[in-house]
């Protein structure tokens, strides 16, 4: 990725932000309690929406 393909990856995630910094306090405040596979699923659902975006932009398609 070049600067600007990078530039424009951020830009197009960012509304994902919140939502990976929730995932991530979630994580390790439940870590005591929790089983992983609960604990972590957030965080697995932002992966895999960025690894979706991040195709998206490497394929050339342009959506929202």
Known sequence: ?????????LQATAWLRP?????ARF???TSGFLPGVIRNA???LVKA???RQQ???ESGCKHG
């Open 49 to 51: 929406l960025l690894a």
């Open 1 to 9: 990725m070049n600067s600007e393909q990078q530039k424009e990856f």
């Open 27 to 29: 994580s390790f405040k």
């Open 42 to 44: 957030p965080l697995k």
């Open 55 to 57: 195709k998206r932009m």
């Open 19 to 23: 939502f990976t910094r929730w995932a």
